[in-house]
């Protein structure tokens, strides 16, 4: 059971470059989260989404898009590059949303923009 | 307002010592509580979870809340190496997929 899959692990961008980060789960999870954590300052929602089709902002949007055409994908765009945007990024999932929720989290992927 | 005081240590002790780590909020409307441990260049995976106030216990973890002080901790009894990661609190109010509100993370050294 591979759990949740985040590709790549790393990645060095150049300011202004977009890129894909991908997040694949396959325990039929609902609910789909992106994270960001960065030293020193916990984790903070970006977008989430609640089933296929359906997606909304979190804490941190500014900068970043998703999209989730199917239950297992959840693929979060950055268009253009910041160096803000260095970060260890994390996706995660669950099966509901309703109190106690066990978040199953990928490895994430650490991006570094330069 | 969410927010979740996490002293960020590093907590350094010895093996096999009780470590106790601790997190105050301000927003009384959490009803849910959570511990994530965290190893390094990894996820966080949940440890310990406990809805309203109270006490949990699970083999060497025990979770405690108390609403009234706003102030959550986890104990660790016979502290192992093994132990040695970043421990995350985290809460939530009610349901709805945007509401766990993370601490910043305490991380803890286990000295053999």
């Known amino acids: 059971n591979a759990g949740v899959t985040q590709t790549p692990k790393f990645r060095i961008l150049k300011i202004g470059q977009s890129m894909t980060l991908q997040c694949a789960q396959d325990?039929?999870?609902?609910?789909m989260y992106w994270y960001r954590q960065d030293p020193g300052m916990g984790l903070k929602l970006i977008y989430y989404?609640?089933?296929?089709?359906?997606?909304d902002k979190g804490e941190v949007p500014n900068g970043y898009n998703v999209s989730r055409s199917t239950t297992e994908y959840f693929p979060l765009r950055l268009e253009l590059a910041a160096p803000s945007q260095t970060s260890v990024y994390f996706c995660?999932?669950?099966?509901?949303?309703?109190?106690?929720?066990?978040?199953?989290f990928g490895s994430g992927t650490q991006l570094s923009v330069l | 307002q969410k927010e979740v005081e996490q002293d960020p240590g590093p907590l350094s002790v010895p093996e096999g010592a009780i470590v106790s780590l601790n997190c105050t909020y301000s927003n009384s409307a959490f009803q849910y509580f959570m511990w994530y441990r965290q190893y390094s260049r990894k996820g966080p995976e949940l440890l310990m979870y406990t809805y309203s106030s109270g006490n949990k216990e699970d083999g060497r973890f025990t979770a405690q809340v108390d609403k009234s002080s706003k102030y959550i901790s986890l104990f660790i009894r016979d502290s192992q190496p093994s132990d040695s990661a970043t421990y995350l609190c985290a809460m939530r109010a009610t349901g709805g997929a945007d509401g766990l509100t993370f601490g910043k993370g305490t991380h803890l050294i286990i000295q053999p």
């Open positions: 995660a999932s669950s099966y509901s949303s309703g109190g106690g929720e066990k978040l199953f």
């Open positions: 325990m039929n999870h609902n609910y």
């Open positions: 989404s609640v089933g296929a089709g359906i997606t």
